[in-house]
């Protein structure tokens, strides 16, 4: 039970990491520095968020999903869920801070990516609403065990 519950931590974490990562690169396109020296390249920086945080976090909640699915976890469940409103929550944010971005910034990666990851959060959420229904099972009670000695 352990191994779920620690692998859906790191997965909730990611997913924070994911919204801070995209709403603090969408703030510096809106406001870059004057002195900017290194032009910044939006599509690199989204690609690699999107492999080191967002990507090993659905791995990571899928994993935890099908671990505890045998046996229906509450606090999964609700960190399930809690990731996936992290991801809508902060992409309908990012999508609000598209119209601030710099023309030059504005590629088709940056604007494909709020409205990607706000439809991928919605099964992430329903995923945590099925574990929820999934009632603890008890053990069955077995009568006639022929493994007890008594003949």
């Known amino acids: 039970m352990a191994l779920e519950k620690y692998t859906m931590i790191a997965g909730l974490a990611l997913f924070v990491f994911f919204v801070a990562e ?20 939006p599509e690199p920086k989204i690609f690699q968020f999107i492999s ?9 909640t899928g994993m935890s999903f099908l671990l505890a699915k045998k046996y229906g976890s509450k606090h999964i469940a609700i960190a399930i869920i809690g990731g996936g409103l992290i991801v809508l929550c902060g992409m309908i944010y990012a999508n609000t801070m598209l119209e601030d971005i710099e023309e030059q910034y504005l ?5 494909i990516t709020p ?19 999934i009632k603890k099972q008890k053990p069955r009670k077995r ?5 007890s000695g008594i003949v």
């Open 22 to 41: 995209i709403i603090t690169l969408f703030n510096y396109m809106s406001t870059p520095p004057a002195d900017q020296f290194v032009a910044v390249e």
């Open 52 to 60: 080191l945080s967002i990507a090993p976090a659905l791995i990571m």
């Open 107 to 111: 590629v088709d990666t940056v604007k």
């Open 115 to 133: 409205p990607l990851f706000m439809g991928i959060s919605i099964p992430v959420i329903v995923l945590g609403f099925i574990l929820l229904r």
């Open 143 to 147: 009568y006639y065990d022929d493994s």
